[in-house]
């Protein structure tokens, strides 16, 4: 049945086009993730030097909401690395420390590279997107509430997080085969 095949094809090519976009948004939140930790990089050799970095995402102050523009205070600030929790449990020398911008690239790389080599993988970027979602709106409101900062590096990954989160929960699905048998 030809109607039959069509819409088959049809799911295929979307199913084909939201892993795409996955990939897409793994991307953006790889140049984002790249971005913030070499903001970070630099912030602290200026700092080490007795110096300040001023990254090309921090603004003047607008006044808006008394709320700052600048990610490299944001980076920069105790919760910049291990989410302002690791280093609670573990210390300040575990090397599971790590800026937030690394976490991010491990993130994106194996939803990525994931994507690419098997849809039977999107329980595990479901979970994953979840945790993203849950860091996100936790760092989201550190944020606002408790530096009284606007990320716009910040504020773009959390974007790509909750948009990978709709990707998986909701613009997903299993790749069906069509098969060339008829049927009797």
């Given at each position: 049945?030809?109607?039959?095949?069509?819409?088959?094809?049809?799911?295929?090519?979307?199913?084909?086009?939201?892993?795409?976009?996955?990939i897409f948004l793994c991307v953006v939140g790889l140049v984002l993730s790249a971005y913030a930790l070499h903001v970070e990089m630099k912030a602290e050799d200026a700092q080490k030097e007795g110096g300040e970095y001023k990254a090309l995402c921090d603004m003047e102050d607008t006044g808006l909401f008394d709320l700052s523009i600048s990610c490299t205070k944001v980076?920069?600030?105790?919760?910049?690395?291990?989410?302002?929790?690791?280093?609670?449990?573990?210390?300040?020398?575990s090397p599971l420390v790590q800026p937030n911008s690394i976490y991010g690239l491990i993130f994106y790389s194996i939803i990525m590279l994931g994507s690419l080599i098997s849809e039977s993988?999107?329980?595990?970027?479901?979970?994953?997107?979840?945790?993203?979602?849950?860091?996100?709106?936790?760092?989201?409101?550190?944020?606002?509430?408790?530096?009284?900062?606007?990320?716009?590096?910040?504020?773009?990954?959390?974007?790509?997080?909750f948009c990978l989160f709709f990707n998986t929960f909701f613009f997903s699905g299993t790749k069906k085969t069509?098969?060339?048998k008829k049927k009797d």
């Open positions: 049945n030809h109607c039959m095949l069509l819409k088959i094809e049809c799911k295929r090519v979307i199913i084909t086009n939201m892993a795409s976009f996955r980076f920069m600030s105790e919760y910049g690395k291990g989410f302002g929790l690791l280093q609670k449990i573990f210390g300040d020398d993988l999107l329980p595990l970027f479901r979970l994953m997107s979840v945790a993203s979602v849950i860091g996100s709106v936790y760092l989201g409101s550190i944020l606002y509430f408790e530096l009284g900062d606007i990320c716009v590096v910040c504020i773009s990954t959390y974007i790509v997080n069509v098969s060339n």
